[in-house]
């Protein structure tokens, strides 16, 4: 296998614990990633490899395109935080004050902040929900304001999968007037030069890789489990053959669908180790930087069964995926990809691919590649 791109002095075993991937078999078998490291500002490690469609046919290039699954949500926390720095919202401040048909079913107090550290109590859907609802975006916000908690809010943290991009989406929607997706990349993505998107434009297909599902996906009890983990895992159960169809790259999914390279994944998180600028492009000032970061719920997370210690949108590093620092911060994708941003060492990973592992977060692919990057460290 033909590693392409560059690697500074001293990132070498970066490079051969990335080619190491690619000698891996059975359910961690590689078949095409990439992985862009930042260090103080500036590209320590930007390397590719492999293929972008099953067929072997379409070499992994350097700016191609994957669904990242849940790494979206850095980039969907970064736009509710950048409404945040505007003093158009404030993380205390009720939801249903800016969305208020989301008051219904004794919702009104719950708080943006709880939205986004998924303590909600809206982990998923009640009614019968389907991959092709998702393309509505009407008709799941409505859904969503319509339904009543199934914990209360503010006592417990059970991952809102999906339901955390519509809820965020819907509080960007109504604070700003655009979505999601347009103030992405009308105020971060694009004046920051981050390849990031959630609502893929038609002109961009070329670019994107074929996503194979799992091999041996895991496959958990449902009728043994408790409500909140229950929703948050079905109705309706996500279907990697679905991403790769020009409906659901068009779609806006703040939760699950941004397509990204690992250079866009890395700058976005540089910005963010960085203070909130990067190359003279600010991002979030350094107070807002701070709320989105603070620890908001210190408990076990009922779906993912560990404690990420989230915080408005992002996971902290208790459990040590984004290397050793704890107070490293970011967002890993299932099957794999992953963001992270280390205020402390002032480092930026981004690592995507396109054959899924069977974890949502853990994978030893993304976790060996963290390790080396941080090893060497000078």
Known sequence: ???????????????????ANFAR??????????????????????LWGGFADAARTRPWQADTLVNVWSTTKTATAACVARL????????DQPVAEVWPEFAAAGKGAITIAQVMSHQAGLPGFLEPTTLDDFYDWDRVTDRLAAQAPVFAPGTANSYHASTYGFLAGEIVRRASGRTLGALLAEEIAGPLGADIHIGLPASEDGRVAELLAADHPIEPPLDQLPLPVRLGLSNPAQDPARVNTRAWRAAELPALNGHASARGVARLCAALAEGGTLAGVRVLGPQTLAQMTAIAADREDLLLGFNPQWGMGVAHNLIGVYGPNPRAFGHSGWGGSFGCADPDARVAIGYVLNHMGPELVGDPRGKGLADAVFAALD
């Open 1 to 19: 296998m033909t590693i392409q791109g560059t690697v500074a002095a001293g990132f070498e075993p970066v490079r051969e614990a990335f080619a």
């Open 25 to 46: 078999t059975g359910d961690y078998a590689e078949l095409g990633a990439a992985l862009c490291v930042y260090r103080r500002g500036e590209v320590v490690v930007d």
């Open 84 to 91: 945040v720095d505007a003093g158009r919202i404030a993380y």
